[in-house]
């Protein structure tokens, strides 16, 4: 599938800034479902030079400082890529090792490269709730695959997808708690409950294909047109502790995948939970009060199966 990504986001200041500083996180990854063909990124205004680095996962971070007095601030990041289907859905039987969840737990905790995903960070602390919860379906005898996939249904059964009922900063016990949020929540959530059994999960950054208007009663993919976010959780054979596959499961619509939700999904970044890959940060000299405004969409193209170039308006 060719997609064209269009993510803006733009600040209004009273009074103006008098200086800022801003990391951006907003480059797609190259991963086994999807291929970047193109991307630009726009800065207004115009930055005082940027570095360009990678951290120990791959991401690419951008820093850079804006040294004069400014109103407005605008970050423009248009992209081409085409994605695909890994492998056929998990569910259809593809790679069941017949690993149990504790045999999962065991093979990440002698495998330092996946400790760090088995670690709690503040977003994703469980507590005696969470993880109760999660043994319900996480289950040590039972296949971890298919305690994933139970523990994805079961958090769309019990949690609301309620928009603006939270913030970035929301944790995974507030969540639980109000029993409602939005796909940073779920995701979060998601990874409190399969660390506290050991296993290894990422937060994923990315995006939905935009979906057209649906008759009344239709059902459409939750988290489009806005940044979205999911869990990727790694699946080991049971020849050894570092061969395995990274299954994808987005628990705000109930898909799932290897490396990838689905076509339909783009990749932007993962960490250990949103603070690690948050697409847009800064600090700001001398504005009391800002409004904020964020535009994304991800359309089809005709796909012939060239390269195609992004037009200067991203259109």
Request: aromatic share 8%; glycine share 8%; charged share 15%.
């Amino acid at each position: 599938m060719l997609l064209r990504v269009r993510h803006e986001t733009y600040y209004d200041y009273e009074p103006e800034v008098l200086s800022s500083a801003h990391a951006l996180c907003l480059h797609l990854r190259a991963t086994p479902c999807q291929q970047v063909l193109a991307q630009e990124l726009m800065i207004l205004p115009q930055p005082d030079g940027q570095i360009q680095e990678w951290d120990a996962w791959g991401n690419c971070h951008v820093q850079f400082q804006i040294n004069q007095p400014h109103s407005h601030f605008a970050v423009c990041s248009h992209a081409l890529l085409r994605t695909r289907a890994y492998a056929p859905n998990p569910t259809a039987g593809l790679m069941r090792a017949g690993l149990s969840c504790a045999e999962v737990a065991q093979r990440v905790a002698a495998n330092p490269a996946l400790q760090v995903w088995a670690e709690p960070t503040a977003l994703t602390q469980s507590d005696d709730r969470i993880a109760a919860w999660a043994q319900g379906c996480l289950q040590a005898h039972e296949d971890a695959l298919w305690a994933c996939v139970r523990l994805m249904q079961q958090l769309r059964a019990d949690f609301v997808y309620l928009p603006q009922s939270t913030t970035v900063q929301t944790h995974a016990q507030q969540v639980f708690a109000q029993g409602s949020g939005v796909c940073q929540d779920f995701a979060h959530l998601m990874l409190a409950a399969l660390r506290s059994v050991g296993l290894a999960a990422r937060y994923v950054s990315g995006y939905l294909l935009s979906a057209p208007p649906v008759p009344e009663g239709d059902s459409v993919l939750l988290g489009g047109d806005a940044s979205h976010a999911w869990v990727s959780v790694f699946i080991p054979n049971a020849q050894g502790c570092s061969e395995g596959l990274w299954c994808d499961f987005c628990p705000t619509n109930g898909r799932m995948g290897w490396h990838s939700p689905g076509e339909d999904f783009v990749t932007l970044a993962w960490g250990r939970d949103y603070q690690d890959v948050a697409p847009v940060g800064g600090v700001l000299t001398g504005a009391q009060t800002q409004r904020l405004r964020v535009v994304v969409q991800v359309q089809t193209l005709a796909d012939d199966g060239a390269a195609v170039a992004v037009d200067e308006e991203g259109s």
